[in-house]
């Protein structure tokens, strides 16, 4: 599927210089007091390897939800870190859910893996459908997880819950009609071409959303709103069969059609209201929510457990302390911290330089390409020039800590595309990062993930 537009910043940056926001007028550089200097350096808790993950368990206690983000996709140090503290977790505290900014089919594949519902190895269920991003799970340090989380699965007693992974992001339209209509064809044929039938509603766009979006912002009668939200409806209706009714129908592949349903009514939703109103904040704003509904739609189906995100940090630190908020954006972060209020630990997690595995565009494969040195009034210059390589810092230990971490600096973020030539306008906002995240680690020079070769 052709993704949703992604955001391009230069007009904002120019209009924050012009109109004087908050953001842009308050941004600090990174360069310290001795005092100041003093008081980070005191604060931080220096990691001397990638598993030493104590002091951020110590930190996050006893609450449920655990929320890890990355500034950079394609970085092997963010991955075995998370991957670490996830195991810690999981060992340590019960942790039973992992949810990934990732698509329901490609996740739901991981999941049938780690529960030893299928006889594909693990390196053939990290070979995704999509190209776009696909080595944010197709590496080696995903291959030792899926491999590690299996055999710790299999290896629980009898009956005791088994950890999951479900995939919560919005870009897999056209697979996930193709799941809702092949679970429905198993045991009702009548409700399998009745599904078939609401979402032959796309074909006169030629299943081209972009089409479908700009056709309905000039047709609203056009709109396919109501097929897709009738077809979600009668999921959770239990219109027809549901294991509610039926004890042998198996419950899992019920809720994973029924996810892929929630895709399909809220990517129609993303593109007809994107162009209706020609904002990408918009479609933003739908993506982020849709990661928020199916949430808590996987929570209550594996009831309520402890629970992981990973996702990048533009998604889980809180929207509210970033120029995200001068442009009506929200997140997940911010969804979950209203949502859960205290019982949310949020990580980001930030680099000064190195290597990154990235596209340059969407459709792009990766290459492995040179992070550019931090910007000198940003977040990572300031922990740059403490001159620890690796560290953990928590961000609410004081008032002065927080007054300090709190003054606006920029911030950058690189997902599935990375232009170094571009950077200020395509990589950066302003944040206010004690709001933003609970904690952060920092790495300074961080290195590529390693791709498989599957073929």
């Known amino acids: 599927m052709t993704p949703v537009r992604h955001v391009d910043y230069s007009f904002f940056l120019v209009f924050v210089i012009v109109m004087g926001l908050t953001f842009a007028l308050d941004a600090q550089s990174a360069a310290l007091t001795p005092s100041q200097k003093a008081l980070l350096q005191n604060s931080v808790v220096s990691l001397n390897n990638l598993d030493n993950s104590k002091p951020i368990i110590k930190r996050i206690a006893q609450k449920p939800y655990v929320l890890i983000g990355d500034s950079t996709h394609g970085t092997f140090e963010f991955y075995q870190q998370r991957i670490n503290l996830s195991k810690r977790l999981i060992q340590e505290k019960n942790f039973k859910l992992i949810v990934l900014e990732g698509d329901v089919p490609n996740v739901n594949l991981l999941n049938q893996y780690v529960h030893s519902l299928t006889p594909a190895r693990a390196v053939q269920a990290l070979d995704v459908i999509n190209p776009q991003g696909a080595w944010l799970w197709n590496n080696v340090a995903m291959l030792n997880f899926v491999q590690w989380l299996k055999n710790y699965n299999d290896q629980l007693p009898e009956g005791e819950q088994k950890v999951s992974f479900y995939g919560i992001d919005i870009y897999s339209f056209d697979r996930s009609r193709r799941a809702v209509i092949d679970y429905l064809q198993w045991f009702s044929p009548q409700a399998a071409q009745q599904a078939l039938q609401r979402y032959q509603c796309f074909n006169r766009f030629d299943n081209d959303l972009h089409r479908y979006g700009k056709a309905v912002s000039q047709a609203p009668w056009l709109s396919c709103e109501a097929e897709v939200t009738a077809q979600l409806q009668d999921f959770s209706a239990c219109r027809f069969p549901c294991p509610e009714q039926y004890p042998f129908l198996d419950p899992e592949a019920f809720f994973y059609a029924e996810q892929n349903a929630r895709v399909i009514k809220n990517t129609e939703k993303s593109f007809r209201i994107q162009y209706q109103t020609g904002n990408d904040s918009d479609s933003w704003n739908l993506r982020d929510r849709h990661m928020m509904e199916s949430f808590l739609a996987v929570s209550e189906h594996l009831d309520n457990p402890r629970a992981i995100v990973w996702a990048h ?36 997690m930030l680099t000064y330089g190195g290597i990154v595995a990235a596209a340059d565009d969407w459709d792009s494969p990766a290459e492995i390409k040179v992070l550019l040195n931090a910007h000198p009034d940003s977040n990572e210059a300031l922990f740059h020039s403490l001159g620890i390589p690796h560290f953990m810092l928590y961000l609410h230990q004081s008032a002065e800590l927080r007054q300090l971490l709190n003054q ?27 709001a933003q995240f609970d904690a952060v680690i920092f790495i300074d020079t961080t290195t590529a993930v390693t791709l498989l070769k599957n073929k």
């Open 313 to 348: 940090n533009s998604h889980l630190g809180d929207a509210r302390a970033t120029e995200m908020v001068e442009r009506a954006q929200l997140n997940l972060g911010q969804l979950m911290r209203q949502h859960f209020k205290q019982q949310v630990f949020s990580i980001g």
């Open 408 to 434: 606006t600096r920029l911030q950058r973020h690189v997902g599935v595309v990375y232009r170094p030539h571009d950077e200020m306008a395509s990589h950066y906002t302003y944040t206010h990062l004690a």
